[in-house]
């Protein structure tokens, strides 16, 4: 009985050290996660993330996994997070102004080894790598150059005998003649999402105020209340009152609805950034996709120098200073600032992936028509702002309270408030920024 009894307590020891073994082999084999909380991007989108970013990065090491959420307040959750300490591995941002002061709360990681380490300072536009750091020191990565511009219906403009336009006056012909035949000036508008309004900030301020005078602003060496600036805001009202920003439907339009009336010729034009390439294929669909056309805002006097960008990011990225894998962290950013990655993303998914590249290097054979449209005015834009040829995007660029300011334009155009006036409020929320130090690092165009 006694021999029966060791024989079963042998037994169990053996299976308990087995279980153990296994649990520990378990363990070993368990990789550790890396997160990175994205926005709540459509389906299709998602899942080009997933084969080009998240299944190649985690098929290249056996150590970690990324794991990306796609979250509609991403912004609001991300902040939230980042005050409590907590949060995601890799951060996203909507821009510098709202990477400063997470950066000077020590919540997010300094990247400046990591720069050095993979070279990003000499592989990033000068700009855009400058506009990420906070005291000299890199706080966060644009992941995608975005601007303003134009994109037309090909399709209208034929049909009317309309030139693509070279000059503001001529673009303002074809609007006016547009109002004339019963059709849209321009489509576009901010229902359900104010901040629409900063893109048409953005449009007066670099192409009517003009880029330097903006730079001197931002940089303090000018009012906000400058003639230039407010003759821009004023020609800003008229237009909205000619009819141009799509007549009294601007409230009434998403980006959805205003881009399906552009396919349906039903305007020649839509203002608006590069990035909603990326709604453009739900309307310009295979059969008319060929009909839409992209171009930057023309010159006002149609001189032959090259054209001005409204610079400006659709995101930053940064890594959280609370994560507890950083490098693994840096090595997925170091992935996404590639000729790769930008090709391979933009191939089936156009307007969110212009990688700010000094030498960027595309590749369209694999691509729909709608990325290679996309990936060339992204071509386009770098060499313009290579050059020095960029105004500012007020999202990116303008501190939090003046950027607040900003987008309230439309008040300009509704006869609420004055152009002046709103200078005057502009310039007392700049001065508030620049005493609490949130001014980020504004690049200085060509003279």
């Known amino acids: 009985m006694k021999k029966k009894w060791i024989m079963v307590v042998g037994l169990l020891m053996m299976m308990m050290l087995a279980a153990c073994s296994s649990s520990e082999g378990s363990s070993k084999n368990q990789k550790e996660k890396i997160t990175f909380w994205f926005w709540g991007a459509p389906p299709e989108h998602q899942e080009t993330m997933k084969k080009v970013l998240v299944d190649k990065y985690n098929q290249s090491q056996d150590e970690y996994e990324l794991v990306v959420e796609f979250r509609n307040s991403v912004d ?114 901010n229902k359900g999402w104010k901040p629409v309004n900063e893109n048409y900030s953005s449009i007066f301020l670099t192409h009517f105020a003009g880029r330097n005078t903006v730079y001197e602003a931002l940089s303090g060496n000018k009012k906000w209340t400058d003639p230039e600036i407010v003759s821009a805001l004023d020609k800003s009202a008229e237009w909205y009152k ?152 007020t999202g990116v660029f303008f501190p939090p309270a003046a950027q607040q300011v900003f987008l309230d334009i439309d008040s300009i155009w509704q006869d609420q408030i004055t152009s002046q006036e709103l200078m005057e409020k502009a310039q007392d929320a700049f001065d508030k920024d620049v005493e609490k130090g949130l001014i980020p690092p504004i690049p200085k165009p060509a003279d």
Not at 171 to 176: G, N, P, S, W
Not at 378 to 393: P, T
Request: aromatic share 12%; no cysteine; net charge negative.
């Open 242 to 393: 000619k009819g141009y920003l799509a007549g009294d439907d601007y409230t009434n339009l998403t980006f959805n609805e205003a881009i399906q009336l552009l396919a349906d010729e039903r305007s020649p034009f839509f203002f608006g950034p590069s990035l909603v390439f990326q709604f453009a294929s739900q309307s310009f669909t295979e059969d008319i996709v060929e009909n839409l056309g992209f171009i930057p805002f023309p010159t006002i006097d149609g001189s032959p120098d090259q054209p001005d960008y409204t610079l400006g990011v659709t995101a930053t990225l940064s890594i959280n200073a609370s994560s507890k894998h950083k490098d693994a962290a840096a090595e997925v950013l170091n992935m996404m600032m590639t000729n790769e990655f930008m090709n391979e993303m933009t191939a089936t998914w156009p307007g969110y992936w212009g990688v700010p590249l000094k030498d960027l290097k595309i590749e369209t054979e694999q691509m729909s028509t709608l990325s290679k449209l996309y990936a060339n005015s992204i071509y386009d834009m770098i060499e313009g702002v290579n050059n020095g040829h960029f105004g500012f995007y």
């Open 76 to 189: 609001k959750d991300v902040s939230v997070a980042l005050s409590a300490g907590q949060g995601p591995d890799i951060v996203y941002g909507s821009g510098p102004a709202f990477v400063i002061p997470y950066a000077e709360a020590g919540k997010i990681e300094p990247l400046n080894a990591y720069a050095e380490k993979y070279g990003w300072k000499e592989r990033i536009i000068d700009s855009v790598y400058e506009m990420g750091t906070v005291n000299g020191e890199l706080y966060s990565l644009g992941n995608s150059l975005n601007t303003e511009g134009i994109f037309y219906n090909k399709k209208v403009l034929e049909d009317n005998n309309w030139e693509i336009p070279k000059t503001v006056a001529d673009l303002e012909k074809i609007m006016d003649e547009a109002i004339e035949k019963g059709m849209y000036a321009s489509v576009t508008g």
